[in-house]
Every structure is written in structure tokens, then in C-alpha cells.
């Protein structure tokens, strides 16, 4: 079962423009993470952030957590055709077990 | 380049076969953890190994099963493979901070 669930499923924009998805989750977390990942290729880590923070930077990243709404959202600003990829959240249900959820599809247009 | 190594990358095979994919993990990290991505299922969580040993289990099958060893290389193996186990298995490696590191996966498909 998935923990975190992102919205939307897909988003198409223009470059220079932003990019804002959404992941909802369940049960409380210690912490919320996104991950970024090209087609057929590892997911690489962007930002952690823990549940007492409610915004983190990381350069054209702001990632936001609001725990009594059990939602993160990820903006990524100016966007380039290489951010094309899809991101995924990703929750710890437990101290040892990181649950991710279904991913945004973005896609750049030049 | 995250560190962490898999082999083999792509694998072909047929139903009732068993393979081993094999992980690497970052130099110094101590837990390893395997992923199944699929198209319908998502990303899952199979198990997490610290330091030799099992630390969590996810959806993981009972014909799989997945060791580390002392040198902290972790093994996957997978038996009676059916066609529904093709999909992209991924192994992280991790240190106390939390954040996962991700090999570039095998790409399993069962014909």
C-alpha cells in the first residue's frame, strides 16, 4: 500500500514557468522526502523536510509540510526542460520503512 | 552517480526461472533497502537490511528472499518467477540521515 499520494498525476508547462504538485499522506510521519526521477532511471533524492519544519529551500526547490493537514507541496521554480522527470514523495511510516507514492509526470516544453 | 551499484541491469528470463540481482551500497552506508516499480503497482517497499540484518519487510513474496552479507552487499533472489514479476527492481543504500541513494535498478522481464 501507498502512503503518499501525489497530484496531479501529470503536468505539462512551459520553461521559465513553475511547477507546483501536491502529496497528500496518512498517518504521521517523522519526516516527508521527494525524489525526482528520469524515465528508466534511479530516483535521486531533492530535499528532505521534517515534520516540525514547514518550509525548506533547496536553489529552485520549496518544499512546504503542513502536518495537520497531512500534505507537502513541492514548487519548482523557472523550470528548464531537464526538470522533465517524474517526482515522487515519500513518507516514513516507521523509523526503517520509506513509502512513496504514485509520482507527478512533468513535462517541460521548451 | 549515486554509489550505489546494480547488476545486472537488464535480465531476460522465463516463468519457473530464479535470478539474483545483486546490490553495492554506497562506501560506508550500512542499510540497504529493495524496491519493486511496476507501471500498475507503483514503487514498493520489499525489505531493508542494517548491517546484516533484516530490519523491515514490506510486499515483499514469499518466493523472494534477499540477504546482506558481511561486506554489506545485499543479494534479491528471485524463484517461480510468473510474468506479473517483470518490472524494475531498485536497491538504495542509506546513512542516519535518512535520505535514500538509488542504483540505476535491474530491469526484469519475464517472458
Known amino acids: 500500500s501507498q502512503q503518499g499520494e501525489e497530484d496531479p498525476q501529470a503536468l505539462s508547462i512551459q520553461e521559465g514557468e513553475n511547477a507546483t504538485m501536491n502529496c497528500s499522506y496518512k498517518?504521521?510521519?517523522?519526516?516527508l522526502q521527494w525524489y525526482r526521477q528520469n524515465s528508466g532511471r534511479g530516483l535521486v533524492h531533492l530535499i528532505l523536510?521534517?515534520?516540525?519544519?514547514r518550509e525548506k529551500h533547496s536553489g529552485r526547490l520549496r518544499v512546504t509540510l503542513d502536518t495537520s493537514k497531512k500534505s507537502s507541496s513541492l514548487l519548482i521554480t523557472a523550470s528548464r526542460a531537464a526538470d522533465t522527470a517524474s517526482y515522487f514523495c515519500a513518507t516514513d511510516e516507521n523509523d526503517y520503512k520509506l513509502s512513496f507514492g504514485a509520482g507527478t509526470t512533468v513535462t517541460v516544453r521548451a | 552517480d549515486s554509489g550505489v551499484t546494480q547488476t545486472p541491469k537488464h535480465l531476460i528470463t522465463a516463468t519457473g526461472q530464479r535470478v539474483t540481482l545483486r546490490c553495492s551500497p554506497r562506501?560506508?552506508?550500512?542499510?540497504v533497502y529493495w524496491y519493486q516499480q511496476s507501471l500498475d503497482q507503483g514503487l514498493q517497499f520489499l525489505i531493508q537490511y542494517y548491517n546484516g540484518e533484516e530490519r523491515a519487510k514490506g510486499n515483499i513474496l514469499e518466493r523472494f528472499s534477499a540477504q546482506q552479507f558481511p561486506d554489506l552487499h545485499s543479494e534479491l533472489n528471485l524463484s517461480s518467477l510468473e510474468l506479473g514479476d517483470s518490472a524494475l527492481y531498485f536497491c538504495?543504500?542509506?546513512?542516519?540521515?535518512?535520505?535514500?541513494?538509488f542504483g540505476e535498478g535491474s530491469r526484469l522481464t519475464v517472458l
Open positions: 498517518t504521521s510521519i517523522n519526516n
Open positions: 538504495a543504500s542509506s546513512t542516519y540521515t535518512g535520505e535514500l541513494f
Open positions: 562506501s560506508g552506508d550500512l542499510s
Open positions: 523536510i521534517r515534520s516540525n519544519e
